[in-house]
């Protein structure tokens, strides 16, 4: 298979793993359950989705970006943390079946907490908070099981979770008990549900609940929970995974972005009452760097207990959390200066003070590696005349499942539930939506890649429009809160060459060309990448000089008798520049706002990419 190969330069994007929104928890100042109180009124309320909407927040919600990398449904039940999965599921396929007759059939959802205790009532039959996807055999075979320590195994699914009994003091019937791995994460799930439905939990009979409203734990079971949590402390996909489902419902799950609540409510392990808190992590440094990553390591602490694990910090912001002392911040920005800085905690939840803080710059960008997707082209035109346009110039292939679009409804209240992407965006290209009633002299539906008649694609010039990934704003057009007054009505609006990264604040005059009503000719172009080995059979016999250049350019390039054919490609993949069978060697290009622009030339049947800077 041939590796697609183009010659761009790009600035780089990134968004903090775990992102909470400022003020979310300002309330929570309590202690004990009146902070489990003051939590239940900041998350109740949620968008229920609907039990089928659960398939839907699957795509962004449980992706598996973090073992195998591949993209495939995160089954808790099937996932090995440590070798080859032994089936793999993808998402709008392979789901509900009914047959579940050996593992790997296919997956369906899968209640933490088992919807018969609740009836299966709204809103907490759709929570997507404690429902994940996962395999329908062992689904079945864990049944309405408690989850807890197994004595005697009577079953052991492909990834080693296991299903016997009970080895928690004072319960002898059957219980599940899933891989070290997932029990933090498990944990973390039903002290959202006790939290999240305080209000009715007392009323729900279930072998760990005690009946109660407050503590809702027997103390066997919530010693157990305790323990796991403790365990498995918070990792990157969990707060991957409650970025997104916010997104979705508009409501987080506690625990994950302050696992410290959890002792604070209920307390922690070990039972004698742990107050001392680890030694700082010392001699912090970077091991290595990429324009992307940077690879940590550090002196391991000391405690008086244990060391749990380590919470690694860059630029203030949690982006990962690591049992070991070593760890690789992914998902950054080239030429960038981060702060970085890690702590320790124990099983109590004590945290050190911080280690030393390391400037580490990460490198500067290369061929093909920029790293997120921007919106390129909004048209707000006359009818429905309503498109947006996502352009992919990373320099590979970009899955979509991590991404949404949203809307704010003149400039006030929540952002929409959110359309959700899907697919594979290959580099250079573009990803279109259009309204279903958009006028075909305009565009053709059938060539979108999403026609709907969703609120998504109902915005007029006052409604700002966001693109999010992993539950997190990248980009927008508009103001988020902007009030009633249009900021884009009746306009095409085009990305400028300039912009080469998303940006969370819109600025019309700086980002943006724009053109006339129904301006639609633009939609959907695509700048051509040529394959490797196509452009590296001509790339040294042709140059451009000088570069970075003032106004005009030169191409050099043997046997220059022979004519050539040039285009030049703005970064939002518009086409600025167009000369056929060329023989003179000077292109005027003084007209050319500053920016990055590629050059494609194409000569003897053969092409070649070249980047220009105009400055």
């Not at 030393?356 to 390129?376: R, Y």
């Not at 000089?545 to 106004?551: A, T």
């Not at 069978?581 to 292109?587: H, K, L, V, Y």
Request: with cysteine; charged share 15%.
């Amino acid at each position: 298979m041939k590796k697609i190969y183009s010659y761009l330069l790009l600035l780089f994007f990134t968004v903090s793993f775990a992102q909470i929104p400022s003020g979310y928890y300002s309330t929570a100042t309590g202690t004990g359950y009146t902070l489990k109180t003051q939590l239940y009124n900041i998350i109740k309320g949620h968008t229920d989705n609907g039990y089928a909407g659960l398939y839907t927040t699957y795509q962004t919600s449980d992706v598996d970006n973090f073992y195998e990398n591949d993209g495939t449904v995160l089954d808790m039940y099937s996932e090995n943390p440590s070798g080859t999965d032994p089936y793999n599921y993808t998402t709008g396929s392979t789901q509900r079946c009914g047959s579940y007759s050996v593992e790997g059939d296919c997956y369906n959802r899968e209640h933490i907490i088992p919807q018969s205790v609740f009836n299966e009532q709204s809103p907490m039959v759709a929570d997507a908070h404690f429902i994940t996807p996962t395999d329908g055999k062992v689904n079945g075979i864990r049944s309405n099981y408690p989850h807890g320590t197994v004595s005697s195994v009577t079953y052991t699914s492909q990834n080693g979770s296991k299903l016997g009994s009970s080895s928690v003091s004072g319960y002898s019937g059957t219980v599940f008990e899933p891989v070290n791995a997932f029990k933090g994460d498990i944990a973390r799930m039903y002290f959202y549900f006790a939290t999240r439905y305080e209000n009715t939990v007392a009323g729900y009979s279930y072998p760990m609940f005690d009946g109660s409203s407050n503590k809702v734990f027997t103390a066997a079971f919530l010693s157990t929970l305790l323990a796991w949590n403790a365990q498995d402390p918070v990792s990157a996909r969990e707060i991957a995974r409650n970025n997104a489902i916010y997104a979705r419902q508009n409501n987080r799950n506690p625990y994950i972005d302050h696992p410290e609540y959890v002792n604070q409510i209920w307390g922690g392990t070990p039972p004698s009452g742990d107050t001392t808190a680890p030694t700082a992590p010392t001699s912090l440094a970077s091991t290595t760097k990429t324009s992307t990553s940077i690879t940590l390591s550090w002196t391991a602490s000391t405690d008086n207990t244990a060391v749990t694990g380590y919470d690694v910090y860059a630029n203030s912001v949690l982006k990962t959390t690591v049992s070991g002392v070593t760890a690789t911040i992914t998902g950054l920005t080239a030429s960038t200066s981060y702060s970085i800085y890690v702590k320790a905690k124990d099983a109590a939840g004590n945290i050190s003070s911080s280690s030393n803080t390391i400037a580490v710059t990460t490198n500067s960008g290369g061929t093909g590696t920029a790293s997120e997707l921007l919106f390129s082209e909004y048209i707000e035109g006359s009818g429905n005349n309503k498109a947006l346009e996502i352009a992919n110039n990373t320099g590979s292939s970009v899955s979509l499942s991590a991404y949404t679009v949203k809307k704010q409804t003149n400039g006030a209240g929540a952002w929409s539930t959110g359309l959700a992407l899907s697919g594979t965006l290959t580099t250079g290209s573009k990803f279109v939506i259009v309204n279903s009633s958009i006028s075909s002299t305009c565009f053709s539906t059938g060539a979108a890649n999403i026609s709907t008649s969703g609120t998504e694609l109902m915005f007029n010039g006052n409604d700002a429009v966001g693109l999010f990934k992993n539950g997190v704003l990248i980009d927008i057009i508009g103001t988020f809160n902007g009030g009633t007054a249009n900021f884009a009505a009746d306009v095409t609006l085009r990305r400028k060459s300039t912009v080469t990264s998303p940006s969370t604040t819109f600025n019309l005059s700086s980002q943006w060309d724009s053109y006339t009503t129904d301006t639609c000719n633009n939609l959907a172009s695509k700048t051509a990448i040529a394959s490797k080995e196509e452009a590296e059979s001509v790339s040294d016999e042709i140059i451009i000089y000088p570069n970075p250049s003032n106004g005009n350019f030169n191409i050099g390039y043997n046997n220059s008798d022979a004519p050539y054919s040039i285009e030049i490609i703005s970064f939002s993949g518009q086409k600025v520049f167009e000369k056929q069978n060329a023989t003179n060697p000077e292109i005027a290009v003084s007209h050319l706002a500053k920016g990055i622009y590629i050059v494609v030339i194409t000569k003897d049947q053969k092409t070649v990419y070249k980047k220009i800077i105009i400055n």
